[in-house]
């Protein structure tokens, strides 16, 4: 087994070096305080492999994102998000039978619990549907089974994907006052999202092909994403052994904020800005530059990409497509692309590697699918769920140790308490 080497005050310590199937290194420092008495520092966790995982890979210098070995481009091409959501789930694409059976059971699990509608209608009418969400998640540990036993977890995992479009497309019936529309069971997981946002009780629902493929690729493209913020806090708390609904709630909540997936109703806010502001976009992209301004481009930069996002590229192409199809122009489009030329040229942007990412073109694919700003972070709490259900799923099947990392201790050193 190869190691790595440490000096430490003048002492050799040998680490346990580990390698990945697509050949990253890692050291194994799980017993560095033990036997050195240190711990590591890396704030904010940007050199930290917190676990192994079998579910995605990603390369970063070269823009590869493979979930189970495919790769995005070809699942955004030509899946469906629910034939990813197993894939994602239990490591393998379905086979025909098994998809047939998997689409059946997400289209029955796709009714709330009556009770659980009528939580609905105790929020303020200024209630985020984030907000709203994460609460109904947790609460269905009050009215499923939940604990951690395998059968009742894959029940759990068909509820909560089946029931997330339901609550997210109610959340936002109740915000324009217009009656729920209840889940049909012969439709398939978009067809069906679509009908309950915008289609009425009594009337048929032609749900128009192009926005149905348009908002199974969105789903796709943010199926999931490795330890990225939402999914490390699924960890964390699941690592407790929490239940699944309180899990996946806190995940929720970690991806609302705006420099993680609520970065994509930012990116929309920012151009809607830039637009009333004469569309004058150089001056935001000075603006981002002056640390003092305390201004960011959103939907620019990334932790792990630092040459291009490819679900970015995948976007702005269905950006194109979409809209023109439909034989919609959006001024909004116009300014993002603009953003982009000027910044993937200016040395800033260049030097620090900020390139546009998965939320910088989705806002404006949403808009012409009809979905109002604020649902933005919540449609992608869709396409994540799937992701954030496998990383529960593989972290509680290998028996992980409860999530407890270190500090370092910078406060007073003991004084006398006087009375
Ligand atoms: N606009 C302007 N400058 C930026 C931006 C931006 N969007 N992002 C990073 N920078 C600068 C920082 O000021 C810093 O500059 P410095 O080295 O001179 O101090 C440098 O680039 C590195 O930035 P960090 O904040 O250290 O990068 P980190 O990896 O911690 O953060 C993040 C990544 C949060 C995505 C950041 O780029 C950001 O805030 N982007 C805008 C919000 C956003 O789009 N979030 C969505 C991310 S994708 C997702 O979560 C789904």
Redesign the pocket.
């Known amino acids: 087994m190869s190691t790595a080497k440490l000096n430490l005050n003048g002492q050799d310590y040998e680490l346990p070096q580990m390698k990945g199937s697509e050949g990253e290194v890692a050291i194994d420092i799980a017993s560095l305080r033990a036997t050195t008495g240190a711990v590591t520092f890396d704030p904010?966790y940007?050199n930290t492999g917190s676990c192994e995982s079998a579910i995605t890979f990603i390369d970063g210098e070269k823009g590869i994102l493979r979930h189970r070995g495919y790769a995005i481009e070809d699942l955004a091409a030509h899946a469906e998000f629910s034939e990813v959501a197993y894939l994602l789930i239990y490591g393998e694409l379905p086979d025909k039978n098994q998809l047939v059976q998997w689409k059946s059971d997400l289209a029955d699990n796709s009714f709330l619990h009556e009770r659980l509608v009528k939580f609905i209608d105790h929020f303020p009418l200024t209630a985020h549907p984030m907000g709203m969400i994460s609460s109904m998640i947790a609460s269905m540990s009050a009215f499923y089974p939940s604990d951690n036993d395998p059968e009742v977890a894959d029940i759990n995992f068909r509820r909560l994907i089946a029931q997330m479009k339901t609550m997210a497309a109610f959340t936002y019936s109740w915000s324009v006052g217009k009656p729920f529309v209840y889940p049909k069971r012969d439709l398939d997981y978009c067809s069906n999202f679509l009908r309950m946002m915008f289609g009425s009780p009594e009337d048929e629902y032609e749900v128009p092909t192009v926005i149905r493929n348009a908002l199974n690729m969105l789903l796709i493209v943010h199926a999931d994403?490795e330890q990225?913020?939402s999914t490390s806090t699924v960890r964390m708390v699941g690592s407790s052994q929490a239940n699944i609904f309180a899990s996946i709630s806190a995940g929720v909540c970690a991806l609302w904020g705006?420099?993680?997936?609520g970065?994509n109703q930012?990116?929309l806010e920012m151009l809607s800005a830039i637009e009333e502001d004469g569309g004058d976009y150089k001056k935001y992209t000075e603006m981002?530059?002056d640390?003092n301004s305390g201004?960011?481009?959103?939907?620019?930069?990334?932790?792990v990409y630092k040459n291009f996002?490819p679900r970015a590229t995948i976007l702005k192409k269905a950006c194109d497509d979409v809209l023109d199809h439909l034989g919609l122009s959006d001024p909004m489009l116009d300014i993002a692309k603009n953003l982009e030329g000027i910044a993937l040229e200016d040395e800033?942007?260049v030097e620090?590697k900020?390139y546009p990412?998965?939320?910088?073109y989705s806002g404006i694919l949403y808009r012409a699918l009809g979905i109002p700003v604020n649902m933005f972070t919540v449609m992608?709490a869709m396409g994540r769920m799937p992701g954030w259900i496998a990383h529960w799923k593989e972290m509680g099947e290998e028996g992980s140790r409860i999530h407890r990392p270190r500090q370092i201790y910078v406060g007073s050193t003991a004084r006398e308490y006087k009375s």
């Open positions: 904010g940007g994403h990225n913020c705006p420099l993680h997936g970065a930012a990116v981002a530059k640390k201004f960011r481009l959103m939907g620019f930069g990334h932790r996002d800033f942007f620090r900020l990412n998965v939320d910088f992608f």
